[in-house]
C-alpha cells in the first residue's frame, strides 16, 4: 500500500492549491481516502473524507466546509483536494490517508486515529 502526496506549495492568502493523493497496492472501491492537515504544534485534524461502497461519499471538516473539495479521478488511482480561497491559518502539511471501507459514513472517519495508513505529506503555505 503507498499514498504519495502532491501539489503543495507557496501561495498567496485567497489563492487556490489543488493537492493529489496517488495510491496504489488496493482498490479505490475498498478503501475510503482521507485528507488531513497538521500545523506546528498542533494535532493533525482531518480535512475531507471520501468513501463509499456504492457512490463517492464526501465528509469536510470545519475549515474546509464552503472553500475544499475532494474528489477522485475517473480511473480512481488519484484523489484530489481542491482548495480555494487559502488563508494563511490554512498552512500546514497535508497528508492522506487510507482506510479499509468501514460500514459507517460518519464525522468519526475525520479523526486521525481512523486512518490506517498514511502518506509523507507535502508542505502548503499560505501568505499573508
Known amino acids: 500500500v503507498q499514498l504519495v502526496e502532491s501539489g503543495g506549495g507557496l501561495v498567496r492568502a485567497g489563492g487556490s492549491l489543488r493537492l493529489s493523493c496517488a495510491f496504489s497496492?488496493?482498490?479505490?472501491?475498498?478503501?475510503?481516502i482521507g485528507w488531513f492537515r497538521q500545523a506546528p504544534g498542533k494535532e493533525r485534524e482531518g480535512v475531507a473524507y471520501i468513501g463509499s461502497r456504492r457512490f463517492d461519499e464526501t465528509l469536510y471538516g470545519e475549515p474546509a466546509k464552503g472553500r475544499f473539495s475532494i474528489s477522485v479521478d475517473q480511473g480512481k488511482t488519484t484523489v484530489f483536494l481542491q482548495m480555494n480561497n487559502l488563508v494563511p491559518e490554512d498552512t500546514a502539511v497535508y497528508y492522506c490517508?487510507?482506510?479499509?471501507?468501514?460500514?459507517?459514513?460518519?464525522?468519526?472517519?475525520?479523526?486521525?486515529?481512523?486512518?490506517?495508513?498514511w502518506g509523507k505529506g507535502t508542505q502548503v503555505t499560505v501568505s499573508s
Open positions: 497496492g488496493f482498490t479505490y472501491a475498498d478503501r475510503g
Open positions: 490517508g487510507g482506510v479499509d471501507l468501514p460500514s459507517y459514513m460518519d464525522e468519526d472517519l475525520l479523526d486521525y486515529s481512523a486512518m490506517e495508513y
